[in-house]
């Protein structure tokens, strides 16, 4: 019943831009942290970024900080990562994940209870 949802992955050359979706159905997402993940081929899942419920506190892996944005709308019961800046290396399976803590880990992802199916993202020219 509880249960996330990515959209807006696709094809996009390096430089250009994606914006991703985290929309959750069955519960709110107000009470929980949430964080983007992405597994590659060949590579171990990394977290990308993730935020706080009250959306007050942020992180990002040094990958992609300064390129990528963590953003949340409760009143939709959306994440969203802004992507620009693509590059090649952005090429994997993104996840979402709902933790129900405050802040939010990108190093732990089993404190994350709830997982997206994920959208694939592939920057290829």
């Known amino acids: 019943q509880l249960q996330l949802v990515e959209s807006g992955g696709g094809l996009v050359q390096p430089g250009g831009s994606l914006r991703l979706s985290c929309a959750a159905s069955?519960?709110?997402?107000?009470?929980?942290?949430i964080g983007w993940f992405r597994q590659a081929p060949g590579k171990e899942r990394e977290g990308v970024s993730c935020i706080s419920s009250s959306g007050g506190s942020t992180k990002y892996a040094d990958s992609v900080k300064g390129r990528f944005t963590i953003s949340r709308d409760n009143a939709k019961n959306t994440v969203y990562l802004q992507m620009n800046s693509l590059k090649p290396e952005d090429t994997a399976i993104y996840y979402c994940?709902?933790?129900?803590?405050?802040?939010?880990?990108?190093?732990?992802?089993?404190?994350?209870?709830?997982w997206g199916q994920g959208t694939q993202v592939t920057v290829s020219s």
């Open positions: 994940a709902a933790g129900s803590i405050r802040l939010c880990v990108l190093s732990r992802s089993y404190e994350y209870d709830y």
């Open positions: 069955g519960f709110t997402l107000d009470y929980y942290a």
